[in-house]
């Protein structure tokens, strides 16, 4: 039996600065199973109950302003783990008084728990983003952003322009070169 999901992408205003004219938005990740009839049902949502994959936005205390900021986007769909089989990826970035950290998490369905549930989950200080690459063994993401080393300060990545490949390879995950902090069944840090 072929089911039908649907991944949406959405964003609230949930305050203004107007003495900079800038608008704060709570970004959110739903996802919906389709069923044959067409009738969509809410599988999850984030922020919301055990989805950290986005923070609560909250007013700062004192001013007009929100945090974190954040964005969110959905980089699209792959076969990493099985052919014919697709998860979801998504790309979000959370920023206080920094740089902030961005993550990608991609999304599979737990049959057993009936409850969608992230794969593998990568962090990164500042910046990451990442390509779907179609290969003969499966899916993969190509990664890029800057990379930290062990004691390099935000400021300044050891490399500004790192690359990195993803891939679900004997049904384990592999990040090679190992630049960006990686969460096998659990979401990254921040989230």
């Known amino acids: 039996m072929q089911s039908q999901w649907r991944g949406v992408v959405s964003r609230k205003a949930v305050g203004k600065d107007v003495d900079v004219n800038e608008t704060f938005y709570q970004w959110y990740l739903t996802i919906y199973a389709i ?9 999850y949502q984030a922020p919301g109950k055990g989805a950290a994959l986005l923070d609560v936005v909250e007013k700062a ?5 929100w945090f ?3 964005t969110a986007r959905i980089v699209g769909v792959g076969a990493f783990m099985q052919p014919d089989v697709q998860q979801l990826v998504v790309a979000v970035h ?3 008084a920094d740089c902030g950290s961005a993550t990608l998490t991609v999304f599979r369905y737990d ?11 990568l962090a990164n200080g500042c910046a990451l983003d990442a390509k779907i690459v179609h290969e003969s063994a499966g899916d993969a993401l190509q990664l890029k952003g800057p990379y930290y080393g062990p004691k390099a300060a935000m400021c300044c990545p050891t490399k500004e322009n790192a690359s ?14 190992a630049y960006y902090e990686m969460s096998v069944g659990k979401y990254a840090f921040g989230q």
């Open 61 to 65: 205390n004192g001013a007009t302003m």
């Open 35 to 43: 069923d044959a009839t067409g009738n969509y049902e809410r599988k």
């Open 164 to 177: 990195a490949m993803l891939r679900y390879r004997n049904g384990k995950w592999r990040l090679t070169p």
């Open 68 to 70: 974190p900021r954040q």
């Open 111 to 121: 049959s057993a728990a009936a409850k969608i549930v992230p794969a593998v989950s």
């Open 94 to 96: 959370q920023t206080g």
